[in-house]
């Protein structure tokens, strides 16, 4: 089994920053490719970034943050974290973190096996 806990969000001004972490512990997950996910009220959940875990990284965006998030990885400590910049009010969503034992980033939620209990981002204009 794999834990997977979030830290970070909270509520911000349109064009500020969060920075989102999730601390994974249990089973190695060495070999997870790593996700984080979003899903607004009344809404699907949507795939945000990905990143696989071991040998040379290799990250994944929704056209959406191109170019505003960061996804990043530090394996010695076990935690994948979401730089958000320039937020806008429609990236308000709770955020969940995911593991998924594929060696590559999925961007299918039903392809991640761990989930952790998400935290709430709030953008307002």
């Known amino acids: 089994q794999v834990q997977l806990v979030e830290s970070g969000g909270g509520s911000v001004q349109a064009g500020g920053s969060l920075r989102l972490s999730c601390a994974a512990s249990?089973?190695?997950?060495?070999?997870?490719?790593m996700g984080w996910f979003r899903q607004a009220p009344g809404k699907e959940r949507e795939f945000v970034a990905g990143i696989s875990w071991s040998g040379p990284s290799t990250s994944s965006y929704a056209d959406s943050v191109k170019g505003r998030f960061t996804i990043s990885r530090d394996n010695a400590k076990n935690t994948v974290s979401l730089q958000m910049n320039s937020l806008k009010p429609e990236d308000t969503a709770v955020y969940y973190c995911?593991?998924?034992?594929?060696?590559?980033?999925?961007?299918?939620?039903?392809?991640?096996?761990?989930w952790g209990q998400g935290t709430q981002v709030t953008v307002s204009s």
């Open positions: 249990g089973r190695t997950v060495s070999t997870y490719a």
């Open positions: 995911a593991a998924t034992g594929s060696f590559t980033v999925a961007v299918l939620p039903d392809r991640y096996q761990y």
